[in-house]
């Protein structure tokens, strides 16, 4: 699913981004399995709200809220939250985002509710799911025991292709704006238009 | 008598940043803009690209419909080009 159309290409920076600067040096090595992780998820927290006071500033409506679970046993290797259509906040997915235990070496993973499916479905990697597990006798995919959903992973591969899009002194706000956000944003007519439509036929 | 706006559009994804100025006529509908900056994106039609602003919110179709007047009210000068085809 990687289109050429980003042969060469890199990530150029944006206004956005400039209120959100990349991690220092030092915290390039605490991922989650580090003695200082705790720290590094406070920072993550303040880099969040910097983006949100941003938002802020320039009047723009809220698009997501996002927050570390603290129930796994590694704390913040889970990121719980949702995403909306500010024009129509009433279109709103649950989103999950999943660190691997070499973040922030290797980019987040972001996971969006199934039903999205319908309406961002070739954008979607339908069989990378959250939880991973699949029931062996109904071979259905296991709900997260949290929602009692199915949470499918949004395509990622521009993160892999574009030169920069992910380094190792990027966080978890930089991935919602090159990852959530761009892949939100590039959808976000389609789910419009075909969420009125599934609303106009169950009418 | 109407204003002469300049708009400006980036992409996130390409060879260099690069910023596009666009001059436009207050009363001119936002869609004529939006068509020219698929040519210069070489992109076909206006349905291969969202138009958002840098703070996130991404034009409805509709809003392609007001004047570029009524979008900088609401939305500012400042434009992403969002190419669907680049998110993969």
């Known amino acids: 699913m990687v289109p050429d159309i980003n042969k060469g290409k890199a990530w150029q920076i944006g206004i956005a981004e400039l209120h959100v600067p990349p991690f220092a040096l030092q915290w390039e090595a605490i991922g989650p399995k580090h003695p200082l992780w705790i720290e590094r998820i406070k920072l993550e927290i303040t880099l969040i709200h910097k983006y949100i006071d941003y938002l802020c500033s320039e009047k723009s409506k ?19 939250g949702n995403i909306l259509v500010p024009a129509k906040p009433e279109i709103n997915f649950d989103i999950v985002i999943v660190l691997n235990l070499d973040y922030p070496k290797v980019a987040p993973r972001a996971f969006v509710e199934e039903r ?35 949470y499918v992973m949004i395509c990622h591969d521009h993160i892999a292709e574009l030169e920069g899009a992910w380094t190792p002194n990027l966080g978890i706000v930089h991935f919602f704006i090159r990852e959530v956000w761009y892949w939100f944003a590039a959808m976000q007519n389609q789910i419009v238009d075909l969420y009125n439509q599934q609303v106009d036929f169950s009418k | 008598m109407s204003e002469n706006i300049t708009l400006r559009f980036t992409t996130r994804v390409g060879i260099k940043k690069e910023v596009i100025p666009f001059p436009a006529d207050e009363s001119l509908p936002f869609i004529d803009v939006v068509q020219e900056i698929c040519k210069k994106v070489n992109e076909k039609n206006v349905n291969s690209l969202n138009i958002a602003t840098p703070a996130g919110n991404v034009l409805m179709k509709s809003d392609l419909f007001k004047s570029v007047g009524e979008i900088k009210e609401e939305f500012g000068i400042d434009f992403e080009i969002i190419i669907i085809g680049t998110v993969g």
């Open chain 1, 62 to 80: 809220p698009w997501f809220y996002i927050k570390p679970d603290t129930s796994p046993s590694i704390k913040g290797i889970v990121w719980r």
């Open chain 1, 116 to 150: 999205l499916i319908g309406l961002a479905g070739q954008k979607i990697y339908v069989k990378n799911r959250f939880p991973s597990e699949q029931d062996p006798r109904t071979g259905e995919w296991v709900k997260d025991p949290q929602t009692g959903k199915s």
